[in-house]
T-cell receptor, first 114, second 112 residues
Framework: DSGVTQTPKHLITATGQRVTLRCSPRSGDLSVYWYQQSLDQGLQFLIQ???????AKGNILERFSAQQFPDLHSELNLSSLELGDSALYFCASSVGTMNTGELFFGEGSRLTVL | DQQVKQNSPSLSVQEGRISILNCDYTNSMFDYFLWYKKYPAEGPTFLIS?????DKNEDGRFTVFLNKSAKHLSLHIVPSQPGDSAVYFC???????????FGQGTTLQVKP
C-alpha cells in the first residue's frame, strides 16, 4: 500500500461526458502528479501540483484540468470525453518538488469511454 | 518525442538466471534515472535509482548501470525469481522538477 488513494477505481462513461478523478496523496506529501497510461504506452506526464499551485505541465489536453485543494487532495477533470481518452489515470505524490524522482503511485483509475 | 525508450516490449528468463532490462534516453541533461516495477491492477512502485554522476548503484539483487556516453542504462536482476515477473518502467527526471519521463515498459516473465 503506497498510501496514495485514488477514486473511483473504474469508470465507464460515454463520449461527450465529463468525469472527475480524485486523489489523496500520502500523509505529509505536498506534491501531486497525474499520469495517463494508454494501451501499450508508457506513463505520460499530465500535470503536477505542489502545495496547491500548479508546478509543471506536460501533454495535458485543454479538455482536461486539475487542481489541488487546501487539504492537498487533487482532482483531475476530463471533459468532452473522446474514445481515445480511455486509459488508466495514475496519481502519484512526493514530499517535495525538487526530489530525486521517487514517486508513490496510487492504484489508478481506469476510464472507459464508450 | 520519446526521450526515454525501452525497445524490448518483453523478456523471458529462467528462474535463477540474470535478467537484463535496457533503456535508452536522448536528453543528456537528465539528473536521475529510476526503475519502477508494476504488477497488474497496481500502481508502479519504485525499485532503484541512480544519479547521473554515478555509473552503478546496487540494492540487493538489483543493480542499475548507467553509461552516459551511450545514453544507456540497464537493470540487472540476479538471481531472477518468479515474483519478479512484472512490467518494468525506466524513467528519468530533472533535478529542479519532480516529474518523471517514462519509457514504454518491458514485461519480464521469470519462469520457474
Amino acid at each position: 500500500d503506497s498510501g496514495v488513494t485514488q477514486t473511483p477505481k473504474h469508470l465507464i462513461t460515454a463520449t461527450g461526458q465529463r468525469v472527475t478523478l480524485r486523489c489523496s496523496p500520502r500523509s505529509g506529501d505536498l506534491s501531486v502528479y497525474w499520469y495517463q497510461q494508454s494501451l501499450d504506452q508508457g506513463l505520460q506526464f499530465l500535470i503536477q501540483y505542489y502545495n496547491g499551485e500548479e508546478r509543471a505541465k506536460g501533454n495535458i489536453l485543454e479538455r482536461f484540468s486539475a487542481q489541488q485543494f487546501p487539504d492537498l487532495h487533487s482532482e483531475l477533470n476530463l471533459s468532452s470525453l473522446e474514445l481515445g481518452d480511455s486509459a488508466l489515470y495514475f496519481c502519484a505524490s512526493s514530499v517535495g518538488t525538487m526530489n530525486t524522482g521517487e514517486l508513490f503511485f496510487g492504484e489508478g483509475s481506469r476510464l472507459t469511454v464508450l | 518525442d520519446q526521450q526515454v525508450k525501452q525497445n524490448s516490449p518483453s523478456l523471458s528468463v529462467q528462474e535463477g538466471r540474470i535478467s537484463i532490462l535496457n533503456c535508452d534516453y536522448t536528453n543528456s541533461m537528465f539528473d536521475y534515472f529510476l526503475w519502477y516495477k508494476k504488477y497488474p491492477a497496481e500502481g508502479p512502485t519504485f525499485l532503484i535509482s541512480i544519479s547521473s554522476i554515478k555509473d552503478k548503484n546496487e540494492d540487493g539483487r538489483f543493480t542499475v548501470f548507467l553509461n552516459k556516453s551511450a545514453k544507456h542504462l540497464s537493470l540487472h536482476i540476479v538471481p531472477s525469481q518468479p515474483g519478479d515477473s512484472a512490467v518494468y518502467f525506466c524513467a528519468a527526471s530533472f533535478r529542479n522538477t519532480g516529474k518523471l519521463i517514462f519509457g514504454q515498459g518491458t514485461t519480464l516473465q521469470v519462469k520457474p
